[in-house]
């Protein structure tokens, strides 16, 4: 993947992981949180593999390898996929999409520390702190007077569900990073991830029951409206994400890429607004400025950087 060709993959992934928000809240009006995670995750799944079987490929045999694809699959997918699952059915979508934000500043604290390319520098941090503004604008409109109706331990405990799956994001991406630098390709590491998180997803919303929590209901139940939000998680928001995600981190790095974060809640309170009939106001708009300022800050002149020659892709180190 070239530079610009990672640009341009930049701002689709934003869209698709923008939307995700609202298909999520839809979803989880009847389908239970993990066994929503289980569906989306299932079905990108079954496509990874596909993509895998076509190139030729398949997922590693060595220990070394899976233990990277499991830790991904719990760390990437699983546990952010059910904490804004679940959190979305304590708060509104355009609120989670805003502190989903917050995921690039987790990432920014620990690429510093795992990555010797990755090192905060004045720029960057500045970049950082505009777009975090506009974050925190962005959330200050979403708890206006209307804006929430839970109660306010429910809302307390949705949010930091939405914070906990960013950190999770900002961990997952340097860790895939590091995966893929070392041995494994970036598209075996979406399938091997995905896979695992369908399988745990998939126990839990077949065990959730007899440990009290709510039975898996029939595809058959399910309305249109709701069937189809499923669909497009799973076929887009996670399988076509994936396609772009990872080999986006090898191209751009995980600090570069987790930017897409900030144009996130644009995409999410825009959606909601039209769809959800959520305000749109000054503050979106200021919000939105600064989200997008702080991109441009911390890439500088996006337009220089779209010219650079491509880098050259990540190397899969051989064993031995």
């Not at 289980?38 to 079954?46: D, E, K, M, S, Y």
């Amino acid at each position: 993947m070239t530079t610009k060709q990672a640009w341009a993959g930049f701002w689709l992934l934003a869209l698709i992981w923008g939307s995700s928000f609202l298909f999520i809240r839809i979803g989880v009006e009847q389908v239970p949180p993990f066994q929503l995670v289980f569906l989306r995750t299932g079905i990108a799944a079954v496509g990874l593999h596909l993509v895998l079987a076509l190139r030729g490929q398949r997922l590693p045999r060595d220990w070394r390898s899976r233990g990277d694809l499991l830790v991904l699959g719990v760390v990437n997918t699983v546990i952010p996929f059910a904490l804004i699952t679940w959190g979305e059915t304590r708060i509104e979508s355009g609120l989670a999409s805003v502190l989903q934000g917050t995921a690039a500043l987790f990432t920014l604290v620990l690429a510093h520390f795992a990555f010797a390319d990755e090192r905060v520098t004045l720029r960057k941090l500045a970049g950082l702190l505009v777009g975090f503004l506009g974050v925190v604008v962005l959330a200050t409109r979403s708890a206006a007077p209307g804006g929430v109706t839970s109660d306010a331990v429910g809302h307390l405990l949705g949010q930091a569900a939405i914070i906990g799956a960013s950190f999770c994001y900002g961990l997952g991406g340097i860790y895939g990073r590091r995966a893929m630098q070392q041995r494994l390709e970036p598209t075996v590491v979406a399938t091997g991830a995905m896979t695992v998180a369908a399988v745990i997803s998939g126990a839990i919303a077949w065990l959730a029951p007899s440990l009290g929590g709510p039975a898996p209901v029939g595809l058959g139940q399910l309305t249109p409206t709701v069937l189809g939000a499923v669909l497009a998680l799973g076929l887009v928001n996670t399988f076509g994400a994936y396609l772009l995600f990872y080999p986006l981190v090898a191209t751009l790095g995980a600090t570069r890429t987790s930017m897409v974060t900030y144009v996130i809640p644009v995409v999410g309170l825009l959606l909601g607004a039209l769809f959800l009939g959520e305000r749109v106001d000054l503050l979106l708009i200021l919000g939105a400025l600064l989200i997008l300022g702080g991109i441009a800050i911390v890439n500088l002149n996006l337009a220089a950087l779209a010219r650079w020659p491509a880098r050259a892709p990540v190397k899969v180190a051989e064993d031995g």
